[in-house]
Nanobody
Framework: QVQLVESGGGLVQPGGSLRLSCAAS????????MGWYRQTPGQERELVAR???????NYAEFVKGRFTISRDNAKNTVYLQMNSLKPEDTAVYYC?????????WGQGTLVTVSS
């Protein structure tokens, strides 16, 4: 059984920063793509950022220049550094990994940007 455990969400003021982490555990033979998605009530889940096994990254336009995705392959962990947060960044953030050729999702962590 493979699982993803996320941490780092919470309440932050506009302009502040948060760092999300997502660690994979279990019977892991390979991890390819890693990514972060987010979802607000009534909306579809949307891509925030993703990173390949080789370190190539892609970002949604609405986070470019503010968020940075990175990964630590030795720790089976992906990170999302979020700076200059805005109220519209409020959402549940989910990590997603391709583990052993299967898509695995984290449970989600709530990020609230409010004064």
């Amino acid at each position: 059984q493979v699982q993803l455990v996320e941490s780092g969400g919470g309440l932050v003021q506009p302009g502040g920063s948060l760092r999300l982490s997502c660690a994979a555990s279990g019977r892991i033979f390979s991890i390819n793509g890693m990514g972060w998605y987010r979802q607000t009530p009534g909306q579809e889940r949307e891509l925030v950022a993703r990173i390949t096994s080789g370190g190539s990254t892609n970002y949604a336009e609405f986070v470019k220049g503010r968020f940075t995705i990175s990964r630590d392959n030795a720790k089976n962990t992906v990170y999302l550094q979020m700076n200059s947060l805005k109220p519209e960044d409020t959402a549940v953030y989910y990590c997603r990994m391709i583990i052993n050729s299967n898509v695995v999702w984290g449970q989600g962590t709530l990020v609230t940007v409010s004064s």
